[in-house]
């Protein structure tokens, strides 16, 4: 790969400088969200960040544009390497991570696909957590093995399963906590001084809990990548990925960005930075609904099991409170006896829709014996916690007593 183009992309990050004037707009998340990686446009005055759809950008003498393309000079000159919309995205999406610098993608698994090609060779090993996104398993089972890496998934919540995977080969670990689908937890600091002690990057997929709820970096991770598709942008209305790191990183990442050519689009990028503003607002109410939905299940009748970090009956529930800042906004849970009676569970729902996804402002679910886990065996189910019956919820901003009452309804059919 050309390796000056790659150079060309470090320039558009998040200096230290920068990361300071940040702060002096505010300190706290609250009001990071609002703020961080924005500037009044010095043109119009503006305070929001305008939508920059230009595909390429013009200087008056060729040396200035080759400057920015080829060396490494901040600025921008085609917009697949870097795009003025994009890049205040990236910056507050860093800032908020606590990170140095950013990437956006037209994914999460564009995100995903790209950090882990960046720092795998074959026959690297990589060891990730075995609850993890099914696409990110996919991703690893049907095409990484393929082209000769090396894949160990592992019960990510004794670090001692990890240990005992790790040889000289050990490039890269991976984890996501809380864990999709089951929400188990990882202790993030202590793998994090293990990735440290064998000089193995550390990525951690931090979509579930959001930089509001934990930050991944200041416990030891290398790098935090996010489907910003989700609670991010917050609305069902972006598809996108992200990525923090070191700027250094950040260069490395999108010189393979660059030539896999999964970046996000500007509309996507305005769209989410619009959608960041009220992330602590609306990621608090996810969080006081989940958990309030959670203690509610846990003493329903017709709920075999809840899986949900706030409750005290979790397995890792002060592990929860040691690295979290609540306990995010997913909740999951075995309905009735079997897979028929929690697909009769939600197709009995009013206010809580039946699709994919999560994070957003609207409630949404899904059940194990329709529309999750299909392509599995049972026995692969078995193995990452999914029991007949089995939930995933992803509860909107919806007043949580009327969730609460759709559930009720819908359970008492069952």
């Not at 600025?75 to 950013?102: C, D, M, Q, V, W």
């Not at 689908?181 to 600091?189: K, N």
């Not at 416990?219 to 598809?239: A, E, F, R, W």
Request: net charge negative.
């Amino acid at each position: 790969m050309n390796k000056k183009q790659g150079d060309a992309s470090k320039g558009i990050g998040v200096s230290k400088d920068e990361i300071e004037v940040q702060e002096d707009l505010g300190k706290r998340i609250g009001t990071k969200v609002v703020h961080a990686g924005e500037q009044i446009n010095p043109h119009t005055r503006g305070i929001t960040t305008s939508i920059d759809f230009s595909t390429t950008f013009a200087y008056d003498i060729a040396d200035q544009w080759a400057d920015v393309f080829y060396h490494g000079k901040p600025g921008f000159a085609y917009s697949r390497h870097a795009n003025p919309t994009r890049a205040a995205l990236e910056k507050k999406i860093a800032i908020l991570e606590n990170g140095e610098a950013g990437v956006g993608f037209s994914s999460g698994m564009a995100a995903i696909s790209t950090v882990l090609s960046t720092y795998l060779k074959p026959e690297d090993e990589i060891i990730i957590t075995e609850r993890c996104y099914p696409g990110t398993r996919h991703l690893l089972n049907q095409y990484f093995k393929e082209w000769g890496f090396i894949v160990h998934f592992v019960d990510a919540t004794d670090i001692e399963n990890i240990k005992a995977k790790i040889s000289n080969k050990t490039k890269l670990i991976h984890m996501e906590c809380p864990a999709n689908p089951t929400l188990s937890l990882c202790d993030i600091a202590e793998i994090g001084k293990l990735a440290k002690e064998i000089n193995a990057k550390y990525v951690f997929d931090n979509t579930f809990a959001t930089p509001i709820v934990q930050n991944p970096i200041d416990m030891g991770v290398n790098i935090v990548v996010h489907s910003v598709t989700k609670y991010l942008s917050g609305h069902s209305d972006v598809l996108g990925g992200a990525s923090v790191s070191t700027a250094d990183e950040r260069a490395e990442i999108m010189n393979t960005a660059v030539y896999f050519g999964g970046v996000m689009q500007p509309f996507d990028a305005w769209l989410t930075i619009r959608g960041i503003k009220t992330l602590e607002l609306r990621v608090k109410r996810h969080n006081e609904n989940a958990l309030a939905i959670a203690e509610f299940l846990e003493n329903h009748p017709k709920i075999r099991t809840v899986y949900y970090p706030g409750l005290e009956s979790h397995p890792q529930h002060q592990l929860a409170k040691k690295q979290m800042r609540g306990f995010g906004g997913m909740v999951s849970f075995c309905a009735g006896k079997s897979d028929k009676d929690g697909v009769d569970f939600i197709n009995n729902l009013k206010i809580i829709k039946r699709a994919t996804s999560l994070g957003s402002t609207s409630s949404l679910i899904q059940a194990s014996g329709s529309m999750l886990y299909l392509e599995f065996t049972e026995e692969e189910k078995r193995s990452i916690g999914i029991h007949p019956g089995f939930v995933r919820f992803s509860p909107g901003i919806e007043d949580k007593d009327d969730l609460i009452e759709d559930i009720d309804q819908a359970l008492s059919k069952i």
